[in-house]
Nanobody
Framework: QVQLVESGGGLVQPGGSLRLSCAAS????????MAWYRQAPGKQRELVAA???????NYADSVKGRFTISRDNAKNTVALQMDSLKPEDTAVYSC???????????????WGQGTQVTVSS
């Protein structure tokens, strides 16, 4: 199995910054796309940012210019630097990876357990 473990959530004031990290562990042969999603109370889960193995990234319009996604292929990690945070960024943020456990395995989608980000004064 591939496990995704997130860290870095918490409470921050509007205008502040947080950095989320996610590490894939277990049996990992290869990871293709990695991403961060979020879900606020009463809302559907939405894609925040995604990144390909060669670090081509895309962002939700609501976070462009404020959030930066990055990855370290050697360490199987992905990070989300969040700056200029707004109250509407409050949500549970989850890490996503499409990965294969072995070279003979099909790629599957894996999710982290989620980490709470609260932006409030």
């Amino acid at each position: 199995q591939v496990q995704l473990v997130e860290s870095g959530g918490g409470l921050v004031q509007p205008g502040g910054s947080l950095r989320l990290s996610c590490a894939a562990s277990g049996s990992v042969f290869a990871i293709i796309n990695m991403a961060w999603y979020r879900q606020a109370p009463g809302k559907q889960r939405e894609l925040v940012a995604a990144i390909t193995p060669n670090s081509v990234s895309n962002y939700a319009d609501s976070v462009k210019g404020r959030f930066t996604i990055s990855r370290d292929n050697a360490k199987n990690t992905v990070a989300l630097q969040m700056d200029s945070l707004k109250p509407e960024d409050t949500a549970v943020y989850s890490c996503f990876a499409r990965a294969a456990q072995y070279y003979t395995s099909a790629f599957r989608d894996y999710w982290g357990q989620g980490t709470q980000v609260t932006v409030s004064s």
